[in-house]
């Protein structure tokens, strides 16, 4: 069974947008949106043909269910949020990774690009440089990464990565929990 909300909400998220956004672009009000993530009220049909639209997919393509155990994920899988303002692209590796245990993402920086600064959190956070090389900033501390290189932080201070590179970064990084 489809959880409507969850997934109406991981699109939200995937796309960038707030529940504003994506109300104001469906004509609907920022707390139907809510309401309907946590799954306290079912839109009509036409609703959420609407919402599924202006999220940039469609009816069978949102009731498609993962098939049990499935293992490999391509490209078709991928969810990827861009945000030109900062320099930088996350693509989710795993369709509806925030239910597991970790959440494998690849970071792509751009010259000087740089990630939006996490707070601390729980858990704890890897990443493999696999282009480029990279300032992770964690608190105060600044430490330099470059292609091939590994690097493991307990989130307990504000962290992000940067790109003083003049070429494109990309980083695999895995949260566990989840955090993106």
């Known amino acids: 069974m489809t959880n409507i909300g ?18 104001d672009r469906c004509e609907l009000s920022k707390g139907f949106i809510s309401q309907l993530e946590r799954n306290m009220t079912s839109p009509s049909i036409a609703t959420l043909i609407d919402i599924l ?42 369709p509806n990774a925030q239910k597991n245990r970790m959440e494998p993402i690849i970071v792509t920086l751009q010259p000087g690009g740089q990630t939006g600064i996490d ?33 493991q932080i307990s989130p307990a201070e504000p ?3 940067h790109n003083p590179g003049k070429r494109t970064a990309r980083v695999l990084w895995i949260s566990t929990p989840p955090s993106f």
């Open 6 to 23: 969850e997934k109406i909400k991981y699109l939200r998220q995937a796309n960038g947008l707030t529940q504003e956004e994506l109300a």
């Open 53 to 94: 639209d202006s999220l940039g997919t469609d009816l069978p393509a949102f009731f498609q269910e993962q098939a049990a155990g499935q293992v490999v994920f391509s490209r078709q899988d991928y969810a990827v949020k861009e945000d030109s303002d900062h320099g930088h692209e996350i693509c989710w590796l795993i």
């Open 119 to 151: 707070d601390p959190h729980e858990g704890e956070e890897f990443g493999y440089i696999l282009e480029g090389q990279i300032v992770i900033q964690i608190g105060q501390r600044r430490i330099k990464a470059r292609r091939g290189d590994s690097f």
């Open 159 to 161: 962290h992000a990565l």
